[in-house]
Each structure stands twice: as structure tokens, then as C-alpha cells.
């Protein structure tokens, strides 16, 4: 028996990328996984896991917008009758220019990834406490709250945000036996790292992606379905006593206290 059979699960921004990871192995340790994404792609997912043979709903939803929310998690009661988790993964990264920005690169990274997650969270947590109780994973990063690179003002502001929100929210609903915890990823090979390794190298974006790699003590990014494992623990109830904690899964790139020292 999967570890997370008879569990309903929602993974937002499960298009591609590390959602697409999380809902695959969601769904093959036997959750039935509704999963959202604003794009077309996302039916194309869903449909995939169930000529597969597991149980998936696809529903196109903007995180941004609160009513999405709220129309998301009336698809996933009227399709399976309850909700156990929410994996609030959707999330955008641009690179910009501090000084220079335009301030509604700011607000797009606060809409989708600070109040895409509040509002996820807001619309689906009753339907979870109906439930007697479940779990939120919600997607942050190593950057924000540990590291920074040039360009990473906005996003790391709201990655920094969800540590936050994470902690705040665990003590909240704690009393309701809803755990939250976040996920932390370093480096991890997307569609949203391939957009910003060709913003970053536009002549060779593969250079951009192998000098991440190098400065990775494992010698690697991540995979989104090494993430998805994290997520499936979280999510289940072998992480029974874990509430309001930040997991960080990077291969160890926020180890390094130096590049010389021991080599
Ligand atoms: P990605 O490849 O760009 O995928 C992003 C997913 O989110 C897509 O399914 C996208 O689908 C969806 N999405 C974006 N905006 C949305 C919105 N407003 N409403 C609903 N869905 C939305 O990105 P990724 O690399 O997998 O990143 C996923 C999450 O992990 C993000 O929160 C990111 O910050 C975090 N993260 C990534 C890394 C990394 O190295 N990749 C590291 C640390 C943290 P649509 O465009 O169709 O909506």
C-alpha cells in the first residue's frame, strides 16, 4: 500500500517542472491528484496519469486569483468528496535589475508566489479540517531565506515570505491537526531553471546550467521527482510530527563555507 493511498491531494503548478514531479510520485504512492495549472498542458498531464491507470483530475487555475481558489477545491470535493493535502508548489522566477526594475516585476512575484499560496491555502485548509485533518507542503527555496544571486530581489523576497507563512500557519492550525512544512530546493533542472540559465547566458545557456552543477557538492541539480519523494513524505503520516519546518533539498550547495579550504 502506497504511502499515500485513499489521500486526495492538490498540487498546484503541476504542469511541468517540479508540480509535474510531485503529482507523478503523489500519484504513484496511490493519492488521486487534482492537479492545477493556469495553461492548457496541465489537462494534457492529467489525462496522461489516467491512461496510465491512476486516479487524477486536471483544473485550470490561476493561484492569483482567490475565487480560482475557490473554484479549484470545489473540483476536487465534487470529484473525490474530501481533501487531505495541499502541495502549494505554483510559483514564478524572473530575473530583473534592482535599480532599474519596473515595480510590477515585484508585484507578479508577490501575486503568484506569496499570494498564490495564501490564497490556495485559504480557499482548501476548511475543506481539509472537514476532513478530520491533513497536510500542506508548500514550495519555498534556499533562496530568500539562506542565499541570493544578482537579479533574485523579488523572487527572493517572496521565497523568504513563505518560510514565514509556513511557520505562522503550522501554529495556527495546529489545533485542527493540519501539519504545514516547507520545501526548500536548491538548483533542481525545470522548464523556470532553463528560462533563467538562457536570461542568465543567452549564447550558451548549457554553460550557465553546467557551472550550477559544479558548485553543487553532489555535482548535480536535482530532479523534480527527487523533490517529489520530499513532498510524498510530508504530505503522509510518516511525517506525523513534523509542523511549521523548512526541509532543505539541494545536494548540499549551501554547504560550501569556502571554495579552497580542504581541496
Ligand atoms: P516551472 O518549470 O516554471 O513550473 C511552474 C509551474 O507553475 C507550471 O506548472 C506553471 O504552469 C505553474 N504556474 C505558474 N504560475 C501559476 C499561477 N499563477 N497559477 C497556477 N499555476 C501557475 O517552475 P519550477 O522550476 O518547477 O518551480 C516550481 C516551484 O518550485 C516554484 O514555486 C519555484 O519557485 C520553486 N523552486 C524551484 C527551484 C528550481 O530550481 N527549479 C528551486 C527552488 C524553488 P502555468 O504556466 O500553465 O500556470
Known amino acids: 500500500m502506497g504511502k499515500l493511498e485513499g489521500k486526495v491531494a492538490i498540487v498546484t503548478g503541476a504542469s511541468k517542472g517540479i508540480g509535474e514531479g510531485i503529482a507523478r510520485v503523489f500519484a504513484r504512492h496511490g493519492a488521486k491528484v487534482v492537479l492545477a495549472a493556469r495553461g492548457e498542458d496541465v489537462m494534457a498531464l492529467a489525462q496522461e496519469l489516467r491512461d496510465a491507470g ?12 482567490y475565487e480560482d481558489c475557490q473554484r479549484l477545491a470545489q473540483a476536487a470535493l465534487d470529484a473525490y468528496g474530501h481533501i487531505d493535502v495541499l502541495d502549494c508548489n505554483a510559483g514564478i522566477c524572473v530575473l530583473g535589475d534592482f535599480l532599474s526594475a519596473d515595480d510590477s516585476w515585484r508585484d507578479s512575484h508577490i501575486d503568484i508566489n506569496v499570494k498564490g499560496v495564501w490564497n490556495a ?5 476548511p475543506a481539509i ?9 508548500i514550495t519555498s527555496s534556499v533562496t530568500g531565506d539562506m542565499v541570493a544571486d544578482p537579479g533574485e530581489v523579488a523572487y527572493a523576497t517572496t521565497k523568504a515570505a513563505l518560510v514565514g507563512f509556513t511557520k505562522a500557519l503550522a501554529r495556527e492550525l495546529a489545533p485542527k491537526n493540519v501539519r504545514v512544512n516547507c520545501i526548500c530546493p536548491g538548483y533542481v533542472r525545470t522548464p523556470l531553471v532553463d528560462g533563467m540559465a538562457q536570461q542568465s547566458d543567452p549564447d550558451d545557456p548549457e554553460r550557465a546550467i553546467a557551472a550550477i552543477a559544479s558548485a553543487v557538492p553532489l555535482g548535480r541539480l536535482g530532479t523534480p521527482e527527487e523533490c517529489g519523494e520530499l513532498c510524498a513524505f510530508l504530505a503522509s503520516s510518516e511525517s506525523s510530527y513534523l509542523t511549521g519546518t523548512q526541509v532543505v533539498i539541494d545536494g548540499g550547495s549551501t554547504l560550501p563555507e569556502t571554495s579552497s579550504m580542504g581541496q
Open 54 to 65: 491512476f486516479d487524477a483530475l486536471g483544473v485550470r487555475c490561476d493561484v492569483s486569483s
Open 121 to 125: 491555502c485559504k480557499a482548501v485548509a
Open 129 to 137: 479540517i472537514d476532513a478530520g485533518g491533513g497536510a500542506i507542503v
